[in-house]
């Protein structure tokens, strides 16, 4: 398995372009998440996904859109980037059940810088 | 509603010593609690968790978590740190009370072992 995915690694924006980062994984979860991570404010939930079709926003979202067409794939979209969103993104997946207590598998990360 | 908080930025300890990272957490129900460890340029690694059962939790690299239910809280702890577990450190919670789907992360603690 290769677990959780992201493309790509890095990606400098100028403000106003647009852009998605790509998140892929092959373990049949039915959970996915975008977060961002930022010096001093730890992991902040961008949305999430509880299933193909279902998306829901997290604690920042805005500036941000997702679709989950798939179970396998969760992209996050940047309408029009500002340097605010200069960040680390990671994507994250689970699977739920009582047995599992839902422990997440993270991507390697996408770093953006927005100039 | 959710919410964890690390008290410490940053724990420095010596190789050979005991190291304790401290958590302590809020939720109406009852909690899921995890650590996960970050490595420079890495994503997040799963590393313990508590669902039910035995207060004391042992997960990867010899780490394990006391679950105190009177207290609120699920410190971290090693008996003896090495240098290579000088990484970040997240303490994750998610309430198992109020369909939270997706589990609430800390702002992180930077352990740094010295040699």
């Known amino acids: 398995n290769a677990g959780v995915t992201q493309t790509p690694k890095f990606q400098v924006l100028k403000t106003g372009q647009s852009m998605t980062l790509q998140c892929a994984q092959d373990?049949?979860?039915?959970?996915m998440s975008w977060y961002r991570q930022d010096p001093g404010m730890g992991l902040r939930l961008i949305h999430y996904s509880v299933g193909a079709g279902i998306t829901d926003q997290g604690e920042v979202p805005n500036g941000y859109n997702v679709s989950r067409s798939t179970t396998e794939d969760f992209p996050l979209r940047l309408l029009s980037a500002a340097p605010s969103q200069t960040s680390v993104y990671f994507c994250?997946?689970?699977?739920?059940?009582?047995?599992?207590?839902?422990?997440?598998?993270f991507g390697p990360g996408t770093r953006l810088t927005v100039t | 509603a959710q919410s964890v908080a690390q008290p410490e930025d940053q724990v420095n300890v010596a190789e050979g010593n005991p190291l304790t990272v401290k958590c302590t957490y809020s939720?109406?129900?009852?909690?899921?609690l995890f650590w996960y460890v970050q490595y420079p340029n890495r994503g997040l690694q799963f590393l313990l968790k508590?669902?039910?059962?035995?207060?004391l939790v042992k997960g990867s690299y010899g780490f394990e978590a006391e679950f105190n239910k009177s207290q609120t809280s699920f410190h971290l702890k090693k008996p003896s740190a090495l240098v290579s577990d000088s990484a970040l450190y997240f303490c994750a919670v998610r309430d198992m009370k109020g369909g939270s789907y997706i589990p609430t992360f800390g702002r992180g603690t930077s352990l740094i072992v010295h040699p």
């Open positions: 994250a997946s689970s699977r739920p059940g009582q047995a599992e207590g839902h422990e997440q598998y």
């Open positions: 939720v109406s129900g009852n909690p899921y």
């Open positions: 373990m049949n979860h039915e959970y």
């Open positions: 508590y669902i039910t059962g035995d207060n």
